[in-house]
């Protein structure tokens, strides 16, 4: 097999063009995942590196390997959906999108909608229309994402999605872009234009509670639980200091008035030993600054944050009450 066909995908026409026989391309280690479109059999480093990943990790990486692959046979007037764009570039979607096996696309209204086997197409009023090209693939705008987006999210999800779009941060997980994808403005522009368009009452809701260096699907979660239920606004990435100046931690979220510093820990901080020593360490200097240093996990925000919310009401309550 060419070298060049050894990538997410190609098609029959243009494997027969460079000269492969018709008895290679029908060879059983080939995948096809779409009619006219071949995929060759991963190598062993991405096996390897599949081999590494939880559960959920690797369906999103093989929806993700799906995605590209429909890339082959994209027409000229045809762009990836959002929930596809999503998946190509890392954004954050809800577990229950890793059951979707579908294609998703997009067409500019006035354009066939046609959905081959294995996909779905949406159409999109011509004066939404934004594209980008990602690694030669093209994508509806960031923007235009997060619009289409909101009929098929709920409103945390819709924000979870929203500080990823405008975080600088490099630590964010799953990511594959470099910088901010978007700013707040651009997305209060696009939601303004898309009205009165599916789902604008919900980005009208979101718009207000985007955050700036967010790092973290959860961190979105935690927040959004807490100042939903009444808790007052929540500072981001908030940096403690010593008396002497030096930097003592960096917290996800902050309650300056009671001196609480929130942090999600995943999994991370569970299985590497000496992240697991740094953050016992970290937390007893938090502490003598007359901070209090609270963790979670995820069984404290999914499926039922309540009794975490409540927990954070009372800790409040005691920490504002002593001081």
């Not at 609480?260 to 937390?283: C, E, M, N, P």
Request: with cysteine.
């Amino acid at each position: 097999m060419p070298d060049s066909l050894r990538k997410a995908g190609f098609t029959v026409a243009d494997a027969r063009a460079m000269g492969v026989g018709r008895g290679r391309l029908d060879n059983a280690n080939l995948d096809r995942p779409f009619y006219g479109v071949r995929v060759a059999p991963l190598s062993e480093a991405e096996q390897a590196r599949l081999a590494t990943m939880t559960e959920l990790e690797h369906a999103s990486e093989r929806l993700r390997n799906r995605d590209l692959s429909y890339a082959a046979r994209a027409r000229q007037r045809q762009a990836f959906g959002a929930v596809s764009a999503a998946r190509i570039l890392g954004l954050p979607l809800p577990l229950h999108f890793a059951q979707d096996e579908r294609v998703h696309l997009i067409v500019p209204q006035g354009f066939s909608s046609s959905s081959p086997r294995g996909t779905t197409t949406r159409i999109v009023p011509q004066h939404a229309w934004r594209t980008f090209e990602f690694d030669g693939l093209r994508l509806p705008s960031p923007e235009l994402i997060f619009c289409l987006l909101a009929r098929e999210l709920d409103v945390m999800d819709l924000l979870v999605l929203a500080d990823a779009l405008v975080t600088t941060s490099r630590w964010y997980p799953g990511r594959r872009w470099w910088g901010n994808l978007s700013t707040p403005e651009q997305l209060s522009t696009a939601a303004l234009a898309w009205s009165p368009g599916t789902g604008a009452s919900k980005l009208r809701e979101v718009l207000p509670l985007i955050r700036l260096t967010v790092e973290s699907p959860y961190e979105t979660t935690m927040r959004f639980h807490l100042e939903q239920s009444g808790y007052p606004m929540l500072a981001v990435q908030h940096v403690l200091y010593g008396p002497d100046g030096r930097k003592i931690a960096r917290g996800d979220c902050a309650d300056v008035e009671a001196r609480i510093l929130y942090d999600y820990d995943g999994d991370g901080h569970r299985t590497s030993r000496s992240q697991w020593q740094k953050d016992v360490r970290r937390a007893r200097r938090v502490a003598a600054l007359d901070w209090h240093p609270e963790r979670l996990v995820l069984a404290d925000l999914w499926p039922d944050p309540s009794a975490f919310v409540t927990h954070a009401h009372a800790l409040r309550t005691r920490r504002v009450t002593e001081r």
